[in-house]
């Protein structure tokens, strides 16, 4: 089946620890996403690539780095530098195509950092 | 500013119809209507979109007014299933970079 998978689902850290989330995508999309997403809060963009080895800041990005190194996946590190890492991360692919008309989302890993 | 409006919350019950309103008073000319649902816990799933024309899909309709300034999306028969966030957006394109995520509709289905 084609889709996007994130994983773990739930993940676990001590303070001051930095933690990859791994997202993976079979839909041969040139752009990958990552969001944060706080209680009863809408999507925040932290990064996003459009093209392998390259990818943007998005409008939360302190604290947080990414890589592109293959098309299928777009693994984001929460460093010990955010400040406030606890949260639901999304990770969402998406067509470049002209036309395009829909993003697909992962299940989501939810971080706790204790 | 945000460019859509929703109410934060509202309830259905089960097997009726849920019409679930959305403001975009300051929407484009070239800018879609994009509907998204979030089932708690999980990550959003695309509903149906459209421009100036009324669209249904296996999932919902969805009913643009004329000068596009709202549109409501219809859950015909809707189930407990349905009960998620309902996220009403305006963008130029589909992709996930031009997609802003409010806080949406909470939309509760009663048995």
């Known amino acids: 089946d084609g889709g996007i998978t994130q994983s773990p689902k739930y993940l676990f850290r001590k303070e001051g620890q930095n933690v990859t989330l791994s997202c993976e995508q079979n839909?041969?999309?040139?752009?990958m996403y990552w969001y944060r997403q706080d209680p009863g809060q809408g999507l925040r963009l932290i990064y996003y690539?459009?093209?392998?080895?390259?990818?943007q800041k998005g409008d939360i990005a302190e604290g947080y780095s990414v890589s592109r190194e293959k098309k299928e996946s777009f693994p984001l590190t929460v460093t010990s530098a955010q400040k406030n890492p606890t949260a639901f991360y999304l990770c969402?692919?998406?067509?470049?195509?002209?036309?395009?008309?829909?993003?697909?989302f992962g299940q989501g890993t939810r971080l706790t950092v204790v | 500013d945000a460019k859509t409006t929703q109410p934060p919350s509202m309830d259905c019950a089960e097997g009726r119809a849920a019409n679930l309103p959305c403001n975009h008073s300051?929407?484009?000319?070239?800018?879609?209507v994009y509907w998204y649902r979030q089932i708690h816990s999980q990550g959003p799933q695309y509903i149906i979109h459209?421009?100036?024309n009324n669209e249904t899909n296996e999932m919902a309709s969805l009913i643009i007014t004329e000068d596009r300034k709202s549109s409501t999306l219809i859950l015909p028969h809707a189930t407990l299933r349905d009960t998620a966030v309902y996220y009403c957006?305006?963008?130029?394109?589909?992709?996930?970079?031009?997609?802003?995520f409010g806080s949406g509709t909470q939309l509760t289905v009663l048995p």
């Open positions: 459209g421009l100036k």
């Open positions: 690539s459009q093209i392998v080895n390259d990818f």
């Open positions: 839909l041969n999309h040139d752009a």
């Open positions: 957006i305006v963008s130029p394109s589909g992709s996930a970079r031009q997609l802003t």
């Open positions: 300051t929407i484009s000319g070239n800018e879609y």
């Open positions: 969402a692919s998406s067509s470049l195509l002209f036309g395009n008309t829909e993003a697909f």
